[in-house]
């Protein structure tokens, strides 16, 4: 289990943006030597909805991927179902000034995994704040 903040250039609404369209969930969904082409994402953003995308990489490598939504009281809050088995909570509070507070709760991950995502995932919270900024 770990949990990451990271403040964004933009009101809780905007934000919420990066879950609900492909544009700017392709900004920022990213993997090391991979990106997310905006065109190979579909996003459903309902309870059971997916966000299905592709990772495409160097030598025309391409690796298909899929989020299940949770619940969503969106601009509040997400949660995304990830294999392996992790459950991530997205919290965004207003942090005055037009910036969002963005918490990311992740749970459910084998204890060996973590730092590699954490890492990862520090590298995606970075780049959905360079997106609105």
């Known amino acids: 289990m770990f ?13 919420a943006r990066a879950f ?3 544009e700017p969930f392709a900004a920022w969904f990213l993997a090391d030597g ?9 996003i459903d953003a309902r309870p059971g909805g997916l966000i299905s995308a592709v990772f495409v990489g160097d030598g025309d490598v391409e690796v298909p991927f899929s989020l299940r939504f949770g619940p969503v009281d969106l601009p509040q809050s997400v949660v995304l179902y ?4 992790e459950e991530v909570t997205i919290r965004l ?3 005055g000034e037009g910036q969002t507070r963005l918490e990311y709760l992740s749970s459910g991950l084998p204890a060996d995994h973590e730092p590699a995502i954490r890492t990862g995932v520090a590298h995606m919270l970075g780049c959905l704040a360079a997106y609105f900024s």
């Open 3 to 15: 949990t990451l903040t990271q403040l964004v250039d933009a009101p809780p609404a905007e934000v």
């Open 34 to 42: 991979f990106t997310t082409p905006a065109d190979r994402v579909t």
């Open 93 to 95: 509070t207003d942090h």
């Open 82 to 85: 990830v294999d392996p088995p």
């Open 20 to 22: 609900t369209e492909p």
